[in-house]
């Protein structure tokens, strides 16, 4: 039987110097501040450095967000900008504790 993973992974997917990831670098972060958790949750891939990475966790557009929480996998393309989504994605982890 395979443990399942309690914390929460947000990981970036984007371009170093874009404006769309720069955006929703800051969408992301404003999210975990308005939540109260910790912004080191979050990691940036560039894209450009890490083309194998970016390929084997099957992203296709920039900006994405990965989210790995409570055992489940969340994918948002774009900037995130309507961070109900979000929310609503790290509020569900909060009710299962």
Request: charged share 20%; proline share 3%; hydrophobic share 40%.
């Amino acid at each position: 039987m395979q443990a399942r993973s309690t914390a929460t992974r947000l990981s970036l997917y984007g371009a170093e110097g874009s404006h769309s990831s720069w955006r929703a670098w800051t969408n992301v972060t404003q999210v975990l501040e308005a939540l109260g958790m910790d912004t080191a949750a979050l990691e940036f891939v560039n894209v450009l450095r890490h083309p194998a990475r970016t390929f084997d966790d099957g992203v296709l557009v920039t900006p994405t967000l990965i989210v790995l929480n409570g055992g489940k996998r969340y994918v948002i393309v774009g900037t995130v900008d309507d961070p109900g989504i979000l929310e609503e994605i790290l509020a569900e982890r909060t009710m299962e504790q």
